[in-house]
């Protein structure tokens, strides 16, 4: 489904990822895991466009993304779900996922229907705009948005991060559905027994390389211990 092979990325001099290679299989959930500031974050904007490499190749599917425009990469069939969840504060719930609406061959053939049924809360929350939503609400509607677009491949930047245990149960539970469903799905995540809960394959950062890659069964103690502080 992806392939990143030797990616090179820099911000000004600083050398962020340092040849940072692997792939995501059709159907399974990929994590990208490591403290803050190994590359994880960088990486997905790698992929979407948003801080090109310097070298190294990306492609989905078999198709080269290194040098298209966002929107392009987006159309291929990429969903992006941000850190910091870019929410419209003047938009409604049903404005976002009426705006972000895509035909696709995606698993699922996501629609509104759809993120109302796998996120009950959006649907009593539909007519109220971004600024008025929780953090909790405000992830649930980013996820939503991505969704909508029909991607084949998801990825998930930290989808947890600063929300309460309820939230989280609730999300990894619509995060396991939509792997039942078949999306591939690249997970950035600090939450290690969230990852390990739906991970199908680690891949760890440290400092821009790639540290560990293989099944989440496989990972070392004393690696999670380093590399994650866990």
Do not use: W
Not at 24 to 50: D, H, M, Q, W, Y
Not at 95 to 120: D, K, M, Q, S
Request: net charge positive; hydrophobic share 40%.
């Amino acid at each position: 489904m992806l392939a990143v092979e030797d990616l090179h990325v820099f911000y000004g001099e600083s050398h962020i990822l340092q040849g940072v290679s692997f792939t995501v299989e059709p159907g399974e959930v990929c994590c990208l895991l490591g403290r803050n500031g190994a590359g994880k974050s960088t990486t997905l904007k790698s992929i979407v466009g948003f801080v090109p490499p310097r070298a190294g190749r990306i492609s989905l599917r078999g198709i080269p993304l290194v040098g298209l425009p966002t929107h392009r990469v987006a159309r291929l069939g990429v969903g992006y779900v941000p850190e910091d969840r870019r929410i419209f504060p003047t938009l409604t719930v049903a404005e976002h996922l009426r705006i972000a609406a895509r035909g696709g061959n995606g698993p699922g053939r996501f629609g509104a229907e759809t993120v109302y049924r796998l996120f009950p809360r959006l649907r009593a929350r539909a007519d109220v705009p971004g600024r008025a939503l929780s953090g909790g609400e405000q992830q649930m509607l980013a996820i939503g948005r991505a969704l909508v677009g029909n991607p084949t491949l998801l990825l998930l930047d930290e989808p947890s991060e600063g929300l309460g245990p309820l939230v989280v149960a609730e999300i990894r539970h619509v995060l396991a559905e939509l792997k039942g469903a078949g999306l591939s799905t690249l997970l950035v995540e600090q939450n290690l027994p969230l990852a390990r809960a739906l991970g199908d394959r680690f891949i760890l950062l440290g400092k821009g390389r790639v540290i560990f890659a293989g099944r989440a069964g496989d990972l070392r103690p004393e690696d999670a211990r380093r590399y994650l502080g866990v």
